[in-house]
């Protein structure tokens, strides 16, 4: 099932814009991913954010993590026109639990970068 | 180069005829799944394997079977597909439960 939300579903923004997507999940992790697929193609891994820290950057991307309030959030600054893709956040279940091995997806944030 | 290869791409066949994806790694990882994805749902997981000769369920896998007997190669198996099982299919692999995935770049199947 589902268990990660992301917000907003649709994101559209010009070029040098900043883009910003929140997900939210329901269980405790262990890390959480983000991904981005280009138009029904494989998923790319972007960044992994392990749940004691708070804030991770790779070039013009940067991830914030909130254990407390269950959330995460991806921020593409200086955005391009290709980085027009699907962002979804990702999670694995608890080492330990039933799910352990389980990955689930957000639905994912559609974002649209117009030149 | 590290990679997930899927085969095949694309695929069109009828109800009832047996088939089967293939998925192999060439990075040694120990965990591989499989997932589907549909508009409106997103991607849903169907099987996975922690490791050689170990498998277990994901949300979806009614209709699916998987086999693990070798580390690189993971084959989905769709021994009686029917058009409810038309989507597009992702094979990814992993180091090891919790770390990064690597994902294949996807078969669509049709289903008719």
């Known amino acids: ?115 | 180069e590290a990679q997930v290869t899927q085969n095949p791409r694309y695929l069109i066949t009828v109800t009832g005829k047996k088939l089967t994806v293939t998925c192999s790694q060439n990075m040694n990882h120990e965990y591989m799944s499989w997932y589907r994805q549909d508009p409106g749902l997103g991607l849903r997981q169907i099987y996975y394997s922690m490791n050689v000769e170990v498998t277990d369920k994901g949300d979806v896998p009614e209709g699916y079977k998987v086999s693990r007997k070798e580390k690189r190669n993971f084959p989905l198996i769709l021994e009686s597909p029917s058009p409810n099982q038309t989507s597009l299919y992702f094979c990814a692999s992993s180091f090891q439960a919790n770390t990064e995935a690597f994902f294949g770049q996807g078969t669509r199947l049709t289903v008719v």
């Open chain 1, 1 to 115: 099932s589902q268990q990660g939300e992301e917000d907003p579903q649709a994101l559209s923004i010009q070029e040098g814009e900043n883009a910003t997507m929140n997900c939210s999940y329901k269980t405790s992790i262990n890390n959480l991913q983000w991904y981005r697929q280009n138009s029904g193609r494989g998923l790319v891994h972007l960044i992994l954010i392990r749940s004691n820290e708070r804030e991770k950057h790779s070039g013009r991307l940067r991830v914030t993590l909130d254990t407390s309030k269950k959330s995460s959030s991806l921020l593409i600054t200086a955005s391009r026109a290709a980085d027009t893709a699907s962002y979804f956040c990702v999670r694995w279940g608890n080492a330990g639990g039933t799910s352990y091995g389980k990955l689930t997806f957000g639905q994912g944030t559609i974002l649209t970068v117009h030149p």
